[in-house]
T-cell receptor, first 115, second 117 residues
Framework: AQSVTQPDIHITVSEGASLELRCNYS??????LFWYVQSPGQGLQLLLK??????LVQGIKGFEAEFKRSQSSFNLRKPSVHWSDAAEYFC?????????????FGSGTRLLVRP | DTGVSQDPRHKITKRGQNVTFRCDPI?????LYWYRQTLGQGPEFLTY????????KSRLLSDRFSAERPKGSFSTLEIQRTEQGDSAMYLC???????????????FGEGSRLTVL
């Protein structure tokens, strides 16, 4: 069965420091991979996506992620974190089955930013 | 604003009452999804429509839950005889038709938060 694992429930970084959020997936075929961000009480906003091509993808707000097939990983990175980046981050994999398609989400990583 | 719209944003109800949520997707999107999100968890898939056809339902969607998309545009999610365990954020999402240009992105609304007392 397809699944997404985000091993870190919480991560705290200082403002200006670099960030890496981990994501591992289980999927038989070449996956569609996504990172979404959610601020408290809000819906999900897409940060970036990977479906083919260059394994390093750039997203909004200065985020990037790298697809590593050998490690089944799609880690999210940012070189310098801003206080406004504090939020919950979700990794997701797109699953195709018959005529259906859906996203399967990880349990999320809450990012706290120290001033 | 042409994003996904959900109504109401917040609903407080007593156990045993029925509630209904509405979702208006982005106008050219023919796929519509409902997800449920509880505190500290990622969104969990509930059901999926392509146009008016409900193509997949999760085991999470018990007999008390029903979703419709009668004309292939807006959708409703009804919960009958609510229980405290139904308290959650109910998220609606939509996506483009076809696969050539569709990289599988779902566009989410801001959600409808349900509190069952």
């Amino acid at each position: 069965a397809q699944s997404v694992t985000q091993p870190d429930i919480h991560i705290t970084v200082s403002e200006g420091a670099s960030l890496e959020l981990r994501c591992n997936y289980s999927y038989g075929a070449t996956p569609y991979l996504f990172w979404y961000v959610q601020s408290p009480g809000q819906g999900l906003q897409l940060l970036l996506k990977y479906f083919s091509g260059d394994t390093l993808v750039q997203g909004i707000k200065g985020f990037e992620a790298e697809f590593k097939r050998s490690q089944s990983s799609f880690n999210l990175r940012k070189p310098s974190v801003h206080w406004s980046d504090a939020a919950e981050y979700f990794c997701a994999v797109g699953r195709f089955m018959d005529s259906s398609y859906k996203l399967i989400f990880g349990s999320g990583t809450r990012l706290l930013v120290r001033p | 604003d042409t994003g996904v719209s959900q109504d109401p944003r917040h609903k407080i109800t007593k156990r045993g009452q029925n509630v209904t949520f509405r979702c208006d997707p982005i106008s050219e999107h023919n796929r519509l999804y409902w997800y449920r999100q509880t505190l500290g968890q990622g969104p969990e898939f509930l059901t999926y429509f392509q146009n008016e056809a409900q193509l997949e339902k999760s085991r999470l969607l018990s007999d008390r839950f029903s979703a419709e998309r009668p004309k292939g545009s807006f959708s409703t999610l009804e919960i009958q005889r609510t229980e405290q365990g139904d308290s959650a954020m109910y998220l609606c999402a939509s996506s483009l038709p076809g696969w050539q240009d569709n990289t599988g992105e779902l566009f989410f609304g801001e959600g409808s938060r349900l509190t069952v007392l």
